[in-house]
Structure formats: C-alpha cells, structure tokens
C-alpha cells in the first residue's frame, strides 16, 4: 500500500460519516454519535496527514505552495468543527454548517485527491510513498486510540 492508497481509504471513511451526518435531525442520539465520529475521523486524520504527508511535501519546492494550502484546508474545517461542538445539537443553524462542512471537506478531499496527489507523486519516491503509508496509518491508529 501506498500513501495515497492509505489516505484514500479515509477518505471514503469521511464521505461516508458526512453522508450520515447531513441526514440526521434534532438532537437525537443519531447525530449524536454521527457527529463524534466525524469529529475524531477528521481530527486524527489531520494530525497524521499533516505529519507523514504535508510535512515532507511542504519540504519540497515543487508541492510546498499546495501542501500548505492543504493544511489551511485542515484549520478551516476545524472552525467549523468547534462551531457545531459549540452549538446545540437541535439549533436551526447546526445542519446548515453540518452541509457547509460536508462541503468544506469534499472540496479538500478533491483537490488531495486530483491535484496534490498527482504533484506529490511526482516528487516522492516509492520507497517514500511506501513508509509514508506505514507511518500514516500506525499514526491513524495510534491517535485513534487516544479518542
């Protein structure tokens, strides 16, 4: 498996959460749980991307400007975290920015997945690509832990 095997499957993990989410209603226990889930996906899968992925990308001229975009990405989507974790589960307001983060999260899954991808596999060796997915995911499973 390579990194962007690795990150691709959680991707989907993301998509899938946020599918679920967006449908919830109320402050049901549904959303809930959905929301937790989403929370600490998006939350380790940030702390470990940025770590076994944008950090070496970022050190590299050739991906450094969309590596950081990309971890800008990640600190907008945490806004919009702490605003749903700041607001009442059965606010009017909570599935508008529930959708906006849905969103927020595909437009940054897109561009990993169409754009950063294509460049970092241009600058990355395999051997790279390869331990960068081994450190990825034991850094997924490790944070996850940590929840």
Known sequence: MNIFEAIREDHEIQRDLLDQLVQTSGDSPERREIFQEVKKELDVHAIAEERHFYI?????DKTQDQARHGVHEHHKIDELLKQLTEMEYDNTAW????????????HHLEDEEHTIFQLAGKVLSESDKKSYADTYKKSMEEERNKY
């Open 56 to 60: 070496p990308l970022i050190e590299a």
């Open 95 to 106: 599935l508008t920015i529930a959708k906006q983060l849905q969103e927020k999260v595909d």
